[in-house]
């Protein structure tokens, strides 16, 4: 069983900056990657930020600059830096993890909100 566990969300206003965590537990895991999503009520979940845990990292134009995604050294945690925040990127954010032998991000958190207020 493979649990992903947010936490770091809340109210900030614009211009402000909150950190999410994300832990990853469970059976023997083999990350290829983890990464952050985000979604608003009506929208689809958009991608926001990944990093392979061989590397590299992604972000999406909407928060390249403003955001860093990073992972602990040792634990299977990622985190994402938030900063420069603006009321458009109010959503709930989602964990998402992808794992060898998977295709594509196959494990999500249960979300947690961001709300950013002018």
């Known amino acids: 069983q493979v649990q992903l566990v947010e936490s770091g969300g809340g109210s900030v206003q614009a211009g402000g900056s909150l950190r999410l965590s994300c832990e990853a537990s469970?059976?023997?895991?083999?990350?290829?990657?983890m990464g952050w999503f985000r979604q608003v009520p009506g929208k689809e979940r958009e991608f926001v930020a990944a990093k392979r845990w061989s590397g590299g990292t992604h972000y999406a134009d909407s928060v390249e600059g403003r955001f860093t995604i990073s992972r602990h050294r040792v634990k299977n945690t990622v985190y994402l830096e938030m900063n420069s925040l603006k009321p458009e990127d109010t959503a709930v954010y989602y964990c998402a993890l992808q794992i060898q032998g998977g295709s594509g991000f196959g494990y999500w958190g249960q979300g947690t909100q961001v709300t950013v207020s002018s």
């Open positions: 469970g059976r023997t895991l083999r990350i290829v990657a």
